[in-house]
T-cell receptor, first 110, second 117 residues
Framework: KQEVTQIPAALSVPEGENLVLNCSFT??????LQWFRQDPGKGLTSLLL?????REQTSGRLNASLDKSSGRSTLYIAASQPGDSATYLCAVGNNNDMRFGAGTRLTVKP | GAVVSQHPSWVICKSGTSVKIECRSL??????MFWYRQFPKQSLMLMATSNEGSKATYEQGVEKDKFLINHASLTLSTLTVTSAHPEDSSFYIC?????????????FGAGSRLTVL
């Protein structure tokens, strides 16, 4: 059974800092990996999707990498802003469903 | 792009009542939909896989008689929380495979927040 772990569980940084969120998974036979953002009391916003054949995806200040063989993905956020404060979820796709990590709660202080 | 619509977005009910949550795929057909549950400060957990025209598949530990799933058409799946109790208060979210950008890409609804008094 796929298990997804996210480290750290919470992170607080000053505005402008670059940061990295980590995600690890136990079964490397994945179809894709997706990073989501969730604001308090809200649904999910998809940030980046990496197919199993890809190694990274970039969108604006966000860059996600995937190392399938080692079961790891990172989400890099450049020049963080207070508006980036949210919970970031990593989800791994296997056989048409997805397994989620517990998330990293990010706070960016002005 | 593909959109998954959930209704209601939030609901408050009395203990013992049943609540129905709808998940609709707009502009595309979904033979399969997934239902997740999220308790406060926890991650989303897959509850069940809804299959059009057949019985849903439930994850271990999820009571199928408690959480009734009906996937009556290619665009609609419903989750009914029967005889709801306060411990059922949670955020419920559905998703459907869209195939956009490649196989096995899931699009999520906005979620439904259930509060049982």
């Amino acid at each position: 059974k796929q298990e997804v772990t996210q480290i750290p569980a919470a992170l607080s940084v000053p505005e402008g800092e670059n940061l990295v969120l980590n995600c690890s998974f136990t079964d490397s036979a994945i179809y894709n990996l997706q990073w989501f953002r969730q604001d308090p009391g809200k649904g999910l916003t998809s940030l980046l999707l990496i197919q199993s054949s890809q190694r990274e995806q970039t969108s604006g200040r966000l860059n996600a990498s995937l190392d399938k063989s080692s079961g790891r993905s990172t989400l890099y956020i450049a020049a963080s802003q207070p508006g980036d404060s949210a919970t970031y979820l990593c989800a791994v796709g296997n056989n048409n469903d997805m397994r989620f990590g517990a998330g990293t709660r990010l706070t960016v202080k002005p | 792009g593909a959109v998954v619509s959930q209704h209601p977005s939030w609901v408050i009910c009395k203990s013992g009542t049943s609540v129905k949550i709808e998940c609709r795929s707009l502009d595309f057909q979904a033979t399969t939909m997934f239902w997740y549950r999220q308790f406060p400060k926890q991650s989303l957990m897959l509850m069940a896989t809804s299959n059009e025209g057949s019985k849903a598949t439930y994850e271990q530990g999820v009571e199928k008689d408690k959480f009734l799933i009906n996937h009556a058409s290619l665009t609609l799946s419903t989750l009914t929380v029967t005889s709801a109790h306060p411990e059922d208060s949670s955020f419920y979210i559905c998703s459907a495979p869209t195939g956009a950008g490649g196989a096995n890409v899931l699009t999520f609804g906005a979620g439904s927040r259930l509060t049982v008094l």
